[in-house]
């Protein structure tokens, strides 16, 4: 129903900033909450930031949460992460996720997402 492809990772410094793209092809963009989620070796998947369909809301893990901004432009149906004052903790692969069914709620919850990206790898060295 909708591809979705990561861009705009990177290998950037401790303290860094990095701006990730996910352009939507095929079905309606604006009826997905978009998502971000991250997977570093070794560990689960898990929730970075999402954003409702008409970008009204946002929602971000703590450990993001005042240094990365998630953004749309459902004319260019694409999503975006800002990532700034990377740390090393932050190295992993991003995934770019689209939840069709979702209600009022932002869901942080991998499951719950229907559509997901192939990853772009994100390294934030020391």
């Known amino acids: 129903q909708v591809q979705l492809v990561e861009s705009g990772g990177g290998l950037v410094q401790a303290g860094g900033s990095l701006r990730l793209s996910c352009a939507a092809s095929g079905g309606t963009f604006s009826i997905y909450v978009m998502g971000w989620f991250r997977q570093a070796p070794g560990k689960a998947r898990e929730f970075v930031a999402a954003?409702?369909?008409?970008?009204?809301?946002?929602y971000y893990a703590d450990s993001v949460q005042g240094r990365f901004t998630i953004s749309r432009d459902n004319a260019k149906k694409t999503v975006y992460l800002q990532m700034n004052s990377l740390k090393p903790e932050d190295t992993a692969v991003y995934y770019c996720a689209a939840d069709r069914s979702a209600q009022s709620a932002l869901s942080v919850r991998a499951p719950e997402y229907d559509y997901w990206g192939q990853g772009t790898q994100v390294t934030v060295s020391s």
């Open positions: 954003i409702s369909r008409g970008a009204g809301r946002t």
